[in-house]
């Protein structure tokens, strides 16, 4: 299964209320491993890729926020199909979301507009002075130059994770090395990625054939970079179109050719 990360959206809506949070505190302090959240972008070639989240929420979670959860996991079924996307219900806890692109500008249009849009007609509350949360932000940004049968695509994902500190910080005061959000970012692509480590944010992902997956770390800036190669089939396409054309035109002079002695041989002997 592909491996997925959270956006603003996902936690600001409902960390933002007074009662979560107090539950999520509670929590961090008698579960552990409470929401997994993978998100993982599979690139088949140029034009046509998925992109794919699993979420698993702890069942001890949901009894205590079993309501809270229930109405998260619907707005992600919403916010898919609104981008011709799909939901399947593994258990009321466990979801997986597809949603599938054509191309990089897209795939940066529909991940950015999933994870990033607020409700604009319900305004949430106001998290209390005391509180270290603060809003979750982050953006992806997905390029690509086409070399007629190749094209050259240049990822980049920044997401800020420090307004979960608080969460970590009391996580290690249990002296446990178990989180209760773990958060993941993986890519697949045919013939494999590059990262590049370009500021101190940069994370190094761990390689799974094909696959390279980034552990998120809560409390922090995590950058993601990437470059990787993929096989124009568009530029593929008509070039296999041209061969075929050249070679109809071939076979039909080289026919043509081998007719004219055969007709002047018929012709003498008659």
Same mark, same amino acid.
């Given at each position: 299964?592909?491996?997925?990360?959270?956006?603003?959206?996902?936690?600001?809506?409902?960390?933002?209320?007074?009662?979560?949070?107090?539950?999520?505190?509670?929590?961090?302090?008698?579960?552990?491993?409470?929401?997994?959240?993978?998100?993982?972008?599979?690139?088949?070639?140029?034009?046509?890729?998925?992109?794919?989240?699993?979420?698993?929420?702890?069942?001890? *979670? =949901?009894?205590?926020?079993?309501?809270?959860?229930?109405?998260? !996991?619907? #707005?992600? &079924?919403?916010?898919?199909?609104?981008? @011709?996307?799909?939901?399947?219900?593994?258990?009321?806890?466990?979801?997986?979301?597809?949603?599938?692109?054509?191309?990089?500008?897209?795939?940066?249009?529909?991940?950015?507009?999933?994870?990033?849009?607020?409700?604009?007609?319900?305004?949430?509350?106001?998290?209390?002075?005391?509180?270290?949360?603060?809003?979750?932000?982050?953006?992806?940004?997905?390029?690509?130059?086409?070399?007629?049968?190749?094209?050259?695509?240049? *990822? =980049?994902?920044?997401?800020?994770?420090?307004?979960?500190?608080? !969460?970590? #910080?009391? &996580?290690?005061?249990?002296?446990?090395? @178990?989180?209760?959000?773990?958060?993941?970012?993986?890519?697949?692509?045919?013939?494999?990625?590059?990262?590049?480590?370009?500021?101190?944010?940069?994370?190094?992902?761990?390689?799974?054939?094909?696959?390279?997956?980034?552990?998120?770390?809560?409390?922090?800036?995590?950058?993601?970079?990437?470059?990787?190669?993929?096989?124009?089939?568009?530029?593929?396409?008509?070039?296999?179109?041209?061969?075929?054309?050249?070679?109809?035109?071939?076979?039909?002079?080289?026919?043509?050719?081998?007719?004219?002695?055969?007709?002047?041989?018929?012709?003498?002997?008659?």
């Amino acid at each position: 299964m592909q491996n997925l990360l959270p956006q603003k959206n996902i936690f600001n809506n409902y960390l933002q209320k007074p009662i979560l949070l107090i539950i999520i505190i509670i929590a961090t302090f008698t579960l552990s491993g409470c929401v997994k959240y993978d998100l993982g972008i599979n690139f088949n070639h140029t034009n046509n890729g998925e992109l794919v989240q699993h979420i698993q929420i702890s069942e001890n *979670l =949901t009894s205590f926020s079993g309501n809270y959860v229930s109405e998260w !996991l619907k #707005s992600l &079924e919403r916010r898919a199909k609104k981008l @011709q996307g799909s939901t399947e219900r593994i258990s009321s806890t466990d979801i997986i979301v597809k949603i599938p692109f054509t191309n990089s500008r897209e795939l940066q249009t529909k991940f950015n507009s999933f994870f990033n849009k607020y409700n604009q007609d319900k305004k949430t509350e106001n998290l209390e002075k005391d509180t270290e949360l603060k809003q979750i932000s982050a953006n992806l940004i997905a390029t690509d130059n086409n070399f007629i049968f190749l094209s050259r695509h240049h *990822l =980049t994902y920044d997401i800020d994770l420090r307004s979960l500190a608080a !969460l970590t #910080s009391k &996580e290690n005061n249990l002296n446990t090395d @178990q989180s209760i959000l773990n958060l993941d970012f993986s890519l697949q692509t045919p013939w494999g990625i590059r990262n590049i480590q370009k500021t101190e944010n940069s994370i190094q992902p761990e390689k799974n054939g094909k696959q390279q997956i980034w552990k998120l770390k809560p409390g922090q800036l995590n950058h993601i970079e990437v470059v990787f190669w993929l096989p124009n089939l568009l530029g593929i396409g008509t070039l296999i179109i041209v061969l075929i054309v050249f070679l109809g035109v071939y076979l039909k002079g080289y026919l043509g050719k081998a007719k004219i002695p055969n007709i002047q041989a018929t012709t003498a002997n008659n």
